[in-house]
């Protein structure tokens, strides 16, 4: 059995797993229920959505499961 790598922050330069995941949608570019994930540590969750939500973006923020199946309307991250 081999071990997989954890999906990882999305915060520039961080190294930690993720284990959260920001759900946002640019309404300027996407469909309404097209989703776009970034992920975020413990750490970064506030910075991250406070980021997305700046700019009326976030939709929502969901714990993170690596290796989980895309959630309906999420593309690819």
């Known amino acids: 059995m081999t071990e ?3 999906d990882w922050c999305s915060a520039k330069g961080c ?3 993720a284990t959260w995941a920001l759900l ?8 309404p229920e097209r989703r776009k994930t970034w992920l975020a540590c413990d750490e970064h969750r506030e910075q991250l959505s406070d980021f997305l939500a ?3 973006l976030l939709k929502e923020v969901v714990a ?3 290796g ?3 959630l309906p309307g999420e593309g690819p991250r």
């Open 4 to 6: 997989t790598e954890p």
């Open 15 to 17: 190294r930690s797993a």
């Open 24 to 31: 946002w949608n640019n309404p300027k570019l996407h469909t």
């Open 54 to 56: 700046a700019r009326t």
């Open 64 to 66: 993170h499961t690596t």
């Open 68 to 70: 989980r199946e895309p």
